[in-house]
């Protein structure tokens, strides 16, 4: 601990690029947030036992590079005022979360002040409502699953623990899309336990995390969750559980099966399960709308992924590990999020662009027992003036285990148009490239087919996308042999 506190910043190297937290004026981040509250929940438990010099060091060193900054931005009457690096005070993504819960936690774990733990409540009851903006109201992460875990987590640990520390009297779960939100992992799974990788947040439901709400949605829990361990997670989620909290194992039946489809309206992302009782294969797809502004965002209006029987065979590609381009002016210089590593068209040679504008319309919407349909004009995500439309149509047959991917596009003048279609999977195909079988692991007989019709000839070709960190995909193109006034193109998939 005295090493720690000996270090002359606690905030990570790629958020201090002009190295004003190193060079002596400390500021929050996730790092510096994390560290302090890790301090404080030690210095709680075992202050009857550490030596009072590292109390003091513990004290005086959160309070100087994490509450005296903080309260200096909670205090500050003008926003504009606040220096830019606490942006996420009141921001509308998983920092805002994680900060404030970490930061607010510390300080009631370790301030002996009443009326200084008081002035830190008031700030996440400030706080909470501009990071419950970060979720669409049909409780949508654009995130992705891990960022849930990640800052939603955070979320729940905050309200749970000022909760306990004001009585019951505060209350940062009042605003009822903390229920949908909570909804969201539950729904947002391919199959049991997997979701799809949609934006930067690739992962899956924590079953830690959904055992820790039920302190707050108690009708809201699986016996995955019910059954967790008390002292499963990290110690910031064992402090909110293992000392009384947690109201036990009894269970008496929830969600443990998943419906046959998951439809979030306002984020335009529809989740199709084969689990109808006549499906003997399980098939599943997670296609989206939604628009190029969203938060951790990939440019995919109208990206899609698929899972067989848990292995996801093609589609979205998710994520790339983080480097300092990723979060700079050069972000869609990356072939995995940019649109051209997505399943989504290239027109007339060019990609999707960003932008809230760069937005899918939702056209149809058909569910029925039997099949499930969605229709998405994609028009908008491209900067072409002679695009007249572009529309993009899921069909999902439960009975038969198919899944239809048509795209028809119209243009003022013959343009090129371009069809990719994205896996990580093995995958063999006929002379003609019109047929393709992709394995779902190397030593195993069951595969994804797929055949493509298109209304035109088109060439076929293939690219490994080089993504260092993760594993590579390979993007399967078809392209319009010429430039093209209307054209149809249609991918069908079906579970061996």
Not at 215 to 231: G, H, K, N, S, T
Not at 272 to 294: C, D, F, M, Q, Y
Not at 325 to 349: A, D, M, Q
């Amino acid at each position: 601990m005295k090493a720690i506190a000996a270090e002359r910043s606690w905030t990570m190297p790629a958020h201090d690029g002009n190295l004003t937290c190193f060079n002596g004026t400390p500021h929050i981040d996730l790092g510096s947030s994390h560290r302090t509250l890790t301090f404080a929940l030690v210095y709680d438990w075992l202050k009857d036992v550490l030596p009072p010099d590292v109390k003091d060091l513990i004290r005086a060193e959160c309070d100087r590079r994490t509450f005296q900054p903080y309260l200096s931005t909670c205090r500050e009457p003008n926003r504009r005022k606040v220096p830019r690096r606490h942006w996420w005070y009141e921001g509308g993504n998983n920092w805002n979360s994680v900060c404030n819960s970490c930061v607010v936690r510390a300080a009631l774990a370790m301030i002996e002040d009443r009326r200084l733990r008081a002035e830190f409540v008031a700030a996440a009851e400030h706080t909470v409502p501009y990071a419950l903006k970060g979720y669409t109201d049909d409780g949508y992460c654009s995130e992705g699953m891990g960022y849930w875990n990640y800052g939603y987590g955070h979320h729940l640990s905050l309200g749970l623990a000022v909760r306990a520390a004001t009585g019951g009297k505060v209350n940062l779960f009042a605003d009822p899309k903390n229920r949908a939100v909570m909804m969201y992992p539950y729904g947002y799974q391919l199959m049991d336990w997997k979701s799809p990788h949609f934006a930067d947040g690739g992962g899956n439901p924590s079953a830690v995390l959904l055992a820790l709400q039920r302190q707050v949605f108690p009708d809201i829990v699986c016996r995955r969750a019910a059954e967790q361990d008390l002292l499963a997670g990290d110690l910031t989620v064992i402090s909110l559980r293992a000392f009384g909290q947690d109201p036990g194992p009894a269970y008496t039946g929830g969600f443990d099966t998943l419906p046959i489809r998951t439809w979030f309206p306002d984020a335009q992302v529809l989740i199709s399960r084969g689990v109808w009782p006549k499906v003997t294969k399980r098939l599943s797809i997670a296609i989206k709308g939604g628009h190029n502004a969203e938060l951790h965002n990939h440019n995919d209006v109208g990206s899609y992924a698929i899972m067989l029987d848990g292995t996801e065979m093609g589609g979205d590609p998710g994520g790339e590990t983080y480097t300092r381009r990723t979060f700079s002016k050069e972000r869609y210089v990356s072939k995995v999020l940019n649109s051209y590593g997505h399943p989504v068209p290239v027109v007339g040679g060019k990609l999707q662009k960003g932008g809230r504008a760069a937005a899918a319309k939702v056209l149809r919407t058909e569910f029925t027992d039997e099949k499930d349909v969605v229709e998405l004009d994609c028009t908008a995500a491209y900067d072409v003036p002679a695009l007249k439309s572009l529309v993009r149509t899921m069909t999902f047959d439960r009975a038969n285990s198919s899944i239809t991917i048509t795209d028809r596009v119209a243009f003022s003048e013959p343009t090129a148009f371009e069809v990719p279609v994205i896996t990580y999977r093995e995958w063999t195909a006929n002379d003609d490239f019109t047929e393709f079988s992709f394995k779902k692991q190397p030593k195993t007989y069951r595969r994804l087919n797929m055949a493509v019709q298109a209304s035109a000839p088109v060439t076929f070709s293939k690219e490994l996308i080089e993504n260092p960190g993760h594993a590579s995909p390979q993007r399967l193109a078809f392209t319009f042999k010429e430039p093209v006034a209307e054209a149809t193109f249609t991918t069908v998939y079906s579970a061996n």
